[in-house]
């Protein structure tokens, strides 16, 4: 049986005061079933941001989408192990192991954050 790669397509969901922040990702990547692959979604702000609380999302051929993992490493659940986030600084990461067919998804990133002492989201 051949093995076809998974093309794991990662979206920003950004909106809102764009003057104030940008989201940037891969557009897409592609891992071998079992093989583990990393996605990242950084924010870019004109202040510092003391800290950010990403979310993950995963959304299979137009389907209801699914909240993975919010707060950058929390999982909801039913959220297969195989799935972990983290986040390092601005960026948010979002980390496949083992990954299997039915990962070919579209993922999405969003977050909240403190900039300045101030609670933000973006929308």
Request: with cysteine.
């Amino acid at each position: 049986m051949a093995w076809a790669p998974l093309l794991l397509t990662l979206l920003t969901y950004c909106s809102g005061a764009s003057s104030q922040y940008v989201m940037t990702q891969e557009p897409s990547l592609l891992v071998s079933p079992g093989g583990t692959v990393k996605l990242s979604c950084s924010v870019s702000i004109v202040s510092d941001i003391t800290s950010i609380y990403p979310y993950w999302i995963q959304q299979r051929g137009g389907g209801v989408p699914r909240l993975l993992i919010y707060n950058a490493n929390v999982k909801v659940s039913g959220t297969p192990e195989r799935f972990s986030g983290s986040s390092s600084g601005n960026t948010a990461y979002l980390t496949i192991s083992g990954a299997l067919a039915e990962d070919d998804a579209d993922y999405y990133c969003f977050t909240h954050y403190y900039q300045g002492g101030v609670f933000k989201a973006t929308q």
